[in-house]
Nanobody, 115 residues
Framework: QVQLVESGGGLVQAGGSLRLSCAAS????????MGWYRRAPGKQRELVTT???????NYAPSVKGRFTISRDNAKNTVYLQMNSLTPEDTAVYYC?????????WGQGTQVTVSS
C-alpha cells in the first residue's frame, strides 16, 4: 500500500501563488501517471493535471498557463505550482497515483482564494 500526503494548502488572495506538495511513501517512478484533482463545494470532481512516467503533462483548460505540475523522483514528491489564483480555484486538492491495476489518493489539502 502506498500513502500520499498532500501539504501546502492555505488561504491566499486572488492573484497570489501557492505550491502544493504530494509526498509518497515509496518511489514514484513506477507509477504510470500521477497528478492532482480538485473538488469545490457543491461541484463535481475536476481533474486538474497529470504527469506521466515519461514526464508528459496535461492540464485542464481552466488552469492551463497558470498551474505547473512537476516531479522530484529523488524526494518521492510531486508538486503543483499554482499562480494567478482566482476564487474559482477554491477547492480541496487531492493528489493521485495510477498504477497498472491500483490507484491511490491522498486525503486532500484545502486551498481557499479570497476576493
Amino acid at each position: 500500500q502506498v500513502q500520499l500526503v498532500e501539504s501546502g494548502g492555505g488561504l491566499v488572495q486572488a492573484g497570489g501563488s501557492l505550491r502544493l506538495s504530494c509526498a509518497a511513501s515509496r518511489s514514484i517512478d513506477t507509477f504510470n501517471d500521477m497528478g492532482w484533482y480538485r473538488r469545490a463545494p457543491g461541484k463535481q470532481r475536476e481533474l486538474v493535471t497529470t504527469i506521466t512516467h515519461f514526464g508528459n503533462t496535461n492540464y485542464a483548460p481552466s488552469v492551463k498557463g497558470r498551474f505547473t505540475i512537476s516531479r522530484d523522483n529523488a524526494k518521492n514528491t510531486v508538486y503543483l505550482q499554482m499562480n494567478s489564483l482566482t476564487p474559482e480555484d477554491t477547492a480541496v486538492y487531492y493528489c493521485f497515483a495510477h498504477g497498472f491495476s491500483v490507484n491511490y489518493w491522498g486525503q486532500g489539502t484545502q486551498v481557499t482564494v479570497s476576493s
